[in-house]
């Protein structure tokens, strides 16, 4: 592994310079940017240098009530109610242009504020501004049915948007959640109000702007920047929100599904894993590696469906175990900025002292860091990447989201082994397996309790998929064939000739 240096040049678009100097603190309500009603503010930082990069309005319950009210307006009176879904698809599609042609200097706010790589923070755009077409195209389908009915009855069902929704998202990749929520719920005919995590804010606020640009109504698309425990928390209890979208940790999850019951609003929760990647004795291990690398080092290890326990046959882990240290070595870590770099820092001083005690405890628990188990001598949130070898399955590096780049090896024994120690976890987002043997393939992907089943493969994701937690990694899919489900409800209509 190499990095250590602080890198002498930083560049910056000088576009992307100029926006940032022009920011204040703002939030979206009602096609127009307002200070939050308190004046509070807070910084967001840039994980490479520990320096400010932006000040960030902090939204409480008076913004919150606003921006709901907003929603509540455009939803119920506005020109919204009246859009045929073809106006709301040409209005996504306006949208996904303008990120498109903004694309790059949007992935450098991204890589600026949240540590992401550019090439990735790029991917992860272009995937929102795909999901905006494939929702745009979706927003005449939905549709409700006619239902067998007595003779002198017509029964029909109608399936309407749910009302105002709003989504609080995560910080690994902002815009690209940012817009999963808000496309579907748009395309259905609801309104929104988006809370982006602390501290990544600043993407969402370009965003925004480009949201006035395509020419939403007013009110149709809120943004108030602020904490969880304020800002999120007043939109989980408000009354006239009918939906909570949410992606984050397990432990906020619980939290939102018990507040949420005081108005029984409607939730969709995309939580954490501790994702297994399963590799027979004969995978191709020349696919293999490299993926199960990626697996827990992309994105610094942010991901909500790394692939953080890798279960290798006992008769190949040492020789697995070799050929994954070998391909960790190779990552580049240092500023994400920087073309050479292959990973970023992690988000924030919270989350580089989280991991570093993971490290600390798992070398506490008796296991071995074959690589990496320590942090960079330079300023800025960066971490070596870690594989723990001699792992068990319950000491807590095996059994707790780490949500940094590090990942345990357990050695099974045959394929029941195998997957009865991949159920082994409250979690069930994903599960990767890896072998050339047809059956085994389809038997694990069925026995495995995950969401996402990768065969010979790692991370693959597509909005055309549902995207979803078994167990405590999540309630609801995301996208997939029925993606409307989660932004609409149904309506019995009976009609007597
Ligand atoms: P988090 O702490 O749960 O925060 C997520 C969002 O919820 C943030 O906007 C946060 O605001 C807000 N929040 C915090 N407390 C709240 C409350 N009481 N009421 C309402 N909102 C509240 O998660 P994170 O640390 O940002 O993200 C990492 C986690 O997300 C990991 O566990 C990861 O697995 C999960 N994740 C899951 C998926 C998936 O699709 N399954 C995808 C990505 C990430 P603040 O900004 O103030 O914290
Ligand atoms: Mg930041």
Avoid at 126 to 142: K, P, R, S
Wanted: glycine share 10%.
């Amino acid at each position: 592994m190499t990095g250590g240096e602080a890198p002498a040049i930083r560049t910056r678009g000088p576009k992307v310079q100029a926006w940032l100097a022009a920011l204040e603190p703002r939030l979206l309500i009602r096609n127009e940017w307002v200070p939050p009603a308190s004046g509070d503010t807070f910084d967001s930082i840039d994980p490479t240098t520990e320096e400010r990069l932006a000040v960030i309005a902090s939204g409480q319950a008076d913004d919150v009530d606003a921006a709901v009210r907003a929603a509540r307006g455009a939803f119920e009176e506005g020109p919204w109610p009246t859009f045929s879904p073809s106006d709301r698809a040409r209005l996504l599609r306006r949208f996904a242009d303008l990120i498109d042609a903004e694309l790059d200097d949007l992935a450098e706010l991204e890589t600026l504020d949240g540590g992401i790589l550019l090439p990735v923070a790029k991917g992860l755009i272009a995937g929102a501004v795909d999901a905006l077409h494939h929702f745009a195209g979706a927003a005449a389908l939905v549709s409700g049915e006619t239902v067998p009915s007595d003779p002198t009855y017509f029964n029909y069902t109608l399936r309407e948007p749910l009302g105002v929704c709003a989504a609080i998202i995560p910080w690994n990749a902002p815009v690209d959640t940012a817009v999963k929520k808000l496309a579907p719920a748009l395309a259905a005919g609801n309104t929104c109000v988006l809370k982006p995590a602390e501290q990544t804010s600043v993407s969402a606020l370009r965003l925004g702007e480009l949201a006035l640009e395509a020419g939403f109504p007013a009110g149709v698309l809120n943004i108030v920047t602020g904490f969880g425990s304020t800002a999120g928390a007043a939109l989980v209890d408000h009354r006239d929100v009918d939906k909570i979208g949410f992606t984050g940790s397990t432990a906020v999850g619980k939290r939102i599904l018990a507040a949420s019951a005081a108005t029984l609003k409607r939730v969709t929760l995309e939580l954490g894993g501790k994702s297994p990647n399963i590799v027979f004795r004969d995978a191709d291990l020349a696919q293999a590696v490299p993926a199960a690398m990626r697996g827990y080092s992309a994105l610094s290890g942010q991901v909500c469906c790394a692939g953080t326990r890798i279960f290798v046959q006992q008769d190949i882990k040492d020789e697995f175990v070799d050929a994954l240290v070998h391909c960790s070595n190779e990552i580049t870590v240092g500023d994400p900025l920087d073309g050479a770099t292959t990973m970023g820092p992690v988000v924030s001083e919270q989350q580089f002292q989280r991991v570093r005690s993971y490290m600390d405890i798992g070398v506490a628990e008796g296991a071995v860091a074959r690589t990496g188990g320590a942090v960079l001598d330079r300023p800025g949130y960066f971490l070596q990447p870690t594989v723990f070898d001699d792992v068990r399955g319950d000491m807590r590096i095996a059994r707790e989201e780490i949500f940094g780049p590090v990942v345990s090896v357990i050695p099974f024994s045959d394929e029941h082994d195998a997957v009865l120690q991949a159920n082994d976890t409250d979690y069930g987002l994903a599960a990767a397996v890896w072998t050339s043997d047809v059956s085994r393939a389809h038997t694990v992907a069925r026995r495995v309790k995950a969401g996402t089943v990768w065969i010979n493969n790692i991370m693959k994701t597509s909005v055309t998929m549902p995207f979803g937690g078994y167990k405590q990694s999540g309630i609801g899919r995301e996208g997939g064939p029925h993606w409307y489900e989660q932004y609409t409800q149904e309506k019995a209509v009976y009609l007597k000739y």
